[in-house]
């Protein structure tokens, strides 16, 4: 194969994994392009080997993870169109790193699920824990539940969906991209925002410093109801729209020196 070397006994391919051969698996059921493998008795390593084999080696256009025990870290760091389905609950930074995938989750999910994602979806069927799509820069994260605290934190693109309550500084530190949550938002909401634009459909218990109300366009109206008719989720709620005040970042106006002394 093109542009794999090896040291010191390890495997290095063109796209930079380092996978021992000896580790991986190898366990799944195989049918045509598709492949399902139970993970119960798998370490996290061994569940990731053999999710890298099958999309990359194997080229498998469906992946099906059986029993992934709340084992943190799976499915991180792929970066090729799968669709992809655990039955049953990852644990904390799943589906971290990705750029691609079609990620179904058919259970909840711990923290910190899909950070830094690029592109691709991610649907979880239940709940998701805080720090859901924590640097998020692109692509669409639909959590069917409730999420925890600090949803979308230093979010740089995409789109967070939550159709239950955020916890608390939902959309702390975001810079680009857009949140819809159809149900509550705790304390903080938006606090210290660059930009981007919060979308929510029940009560605000407090906005965070430099978060304000938004004034709704038809730009707006075409968005929800784009993104609930492409997920199937029903009439959307009426929603307020929240958006940066752009007061907390704007140093323009200050002496060259002033500005050193602030930064």
């Not at 600090?150 to 608390?168: F, H, L, N, P, Y």
């Not at 925002?193 to 109206?221: F, K, N, P, Q």
């Amino acid at each position: 194969m093109a542009g794999v070397g090896t040291k010191s006994g390890v495997k290095y391919d063109a796209r930079g994994l380092v996978e021992p051969d000896a580790e991986i698996p190898h366990v799944s059921e195989v049918d045509g392009k598709s492949a399902r493998f139970d993970a119960g008795n798998l370490t996290t390593r061994q569940i990731n080997l053999e999710l890298r084999d099958l999309i990359y080696v194997q080229g498998m256009e469906d992946v099906t993870v059986v029993n992934p025990g709340s084992k943190n870290s799976l499915g991180v760091g792929i970066l090729k169109r799968v669709n992809l389905t655990f039955e049953g609950s990852p644990g904390w930074f799943a589906c971290g790193l990705i750029d691609g995938p079609q990620v179904r989750i058919k259970g909840r999910v711990g923290w910190a699920l899909a950070e830094n994602m690029m592109s691709g979806t991610v649907v979880v069927d239940a709940n998701a824990g805080s720090l859901t799509c924590a640097a998020i820069r692109g692509g669409d994260v639909l959590v069917n539940g409730d999420v925890g605290a600090r949803t979308g934190i230093d979010q740089k693109g995409g789109t967070i969906m939550v159709m239950g309550d955020v916890g608390i500084n939902t959309g702390f530190m975001m810079q680009r991209g857009r949140q819809i949550i159809a149900g509550n938002a705790g304390d903080g909401l938006g606090d210290s925002m660059y930009d981007g634009t919060l979308y929510v459909g029940g009560t605000v218990a407090s906005l965070g410093v430099d978060c304000v109300e938004g004034e709704w366009t038809d730009a707006d109206t075409e968005f929800i109801e784009r993104k609930y008719r492409i997920y199937d989720l029903g009439t959307p709620p009426t929603f307020q729209k929240f958006v940066c005040g752009k007061v907390l970042h704007n140093y323009d106006s200050l002496e060259p020196s002033e500005r050193k002394l602030v930064l």
